[in-house]
């Protein structure tokens, strides 16, 4: 697996930062009566400084720092920026699992081969953010979800930390036992009072001892946790919607003909899927992504149902045809998909297949 864990950067604030850019160079508290009983929800940078921290009572926090604006959180705001977030994040890596409004799984291993292309997919993952949004975000990458998650919180903001198969243990030894997920505050003191204080301490009790600490299956998913071990994928919708074959190629191309080639290739292997599946589909679908990892799809939708290989690449690379004329550029990987898939019944032999009603641009 490669995974990356992302994490926006103080996020309300940050938000609020570019609503109003007065208050970018002060500290800025979002969260609730300073002269009540609310909390703080997120600090910017500048706050941070003087000790405040998510969580902490906002008195605490004005006692910290007198000076300190605090503005009220406006989560109908903070949706709006999410949601171009991640529909940004899904342009360059398709499939992710969001956790929150500001952070999420990626899956690296779609779209990357090895950890040095996972790294580059990550980079440009936060430059499009950074272009469509102004707003920065923290990315780990690792071959587990938990290492991935304790990798995007060690260079905020805007950081990049990439965790190699073999080097999990390694990089969360010397860390504080209560930053491994899924350690809360009872834990932490067990483990404190005992004199493990670091996950390279609880990765090493041997069963006698975490039993004594940690009795039943928690002690053994944090002890697995603090050894980098964590098998668990991305929790994704399960219902099928789509067939689609892809690849990336093992140098980029330009080749008209080639791309066409492997377009052909591509459609025979969906449609194989299609009649095993006892389906057809509608919706044929051409995806580009280029050199820069930036993605371009193109639909096509029918007025009837089809399942032949011939018809699916005919559309498939008159699309590729269309989106390369809009925009040149050599390719690292191209992809065949059909959606709108009905059962095979439904199947009309009617020969003006041809006629598109409806031209969709992704
Ligand atoms: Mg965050």
């Given amino acids: 697996m490669i995974l990356a864990h992302l994490d926006l950067d103080a996020f309300f604030a940050a938000v609020e930062e570019l609503e109003d850019p007065e208050l970018r160079e002060r500290p800025l508290i979002v969260g609730g009566d300073p002269h009540g009983r609310g909390v703080v929800a997120t600090a910017n940078y500048h706050a941070r400084r003087f000790g405040i921290q998510s969580a902490m009572s906002c008195a605490e926090a004005l006692r910290r720092c007198s000076h300190a604006t605090f503005v009220r959180p406006r989560h109908s705001v903070y949706r709006e920026y999410s949601r171009s977030v991640w529909s940004t994040v899904r342009g360059v890596v398709p499939t992710v ?20 292309a996972a790294r580059a997919v990550a980079e440009a993952v936060q430059t499009a953010v950074r272009a469509a949004t102004s707003l920065s975000c923290s990315i780990g990458v690792a071959p587990a979800k938990v290492v991935a998650k304790v990798a995007s919180d060690r260079r905020k903001p805007g950081g ?43 990765a090493a009790l041997n069963d006698e001892e975490l039993r004594g600490l940690l009795p039943g299956k928690v002690g053994k998913l944090l002890r697995d946790r603090a050894r980098g071990i964590d098998t668990r994928g991305l929790e994704l919708g399960t219902e099928r919607i789509s067939i689609s074959v892809e690849e990336t190629f093992e140098r980029d191309l330009t080749d008209r003909e080639q791309l066409h080639d492997e377009l052909r290739r591509m459609a025979r292997e969906v449609a ?91």
């Fill in 97 to 116: 699992e969001r956790t929150g409004l500001d952070e999420g799984y990626l899956d690296l291993g779609e779209v990357a081969g090895d950890f040095l």
């Fill in 160 to 202: 990049l930390t990439v965790v190699v198969p073999g080097s999990e243990a390694r990089f969360l030894a010397p860390l504080a036992v209560r930053k491994l997920p899924g350690v809360g505050p009872k834990a932490d003191e067990r483990l404190r009072v005992a004199g493990i204080a670091t996950c390279g301490e609880l």
């Fill in 272 to 362: 194989e899927h299609l009649r095993k599946s006892g389906k057809t589909a509608r919706t044929v679908t051409t995806k580009l992504r280029y050199t820069d990892f930036s993605i371009r799809s193109r639909s096509t939708t029918l007025r009837v149902a089809i399942d032949d290989a011939e018809t699916i690449a005919e559309l498939a690379c008159g699309l590729l045809d269309r989106a390369l004329e809009d925009r040149p550029g050599a390719l690292r990987l191209a992809g065949v998909g059909v959606s709108g898939l009905v059962a095979y019944h439904q199947l009309a032999l009617d020969a003006d297949w041809a006629a598109p009603f409806q031209d969709v641009r992704a």
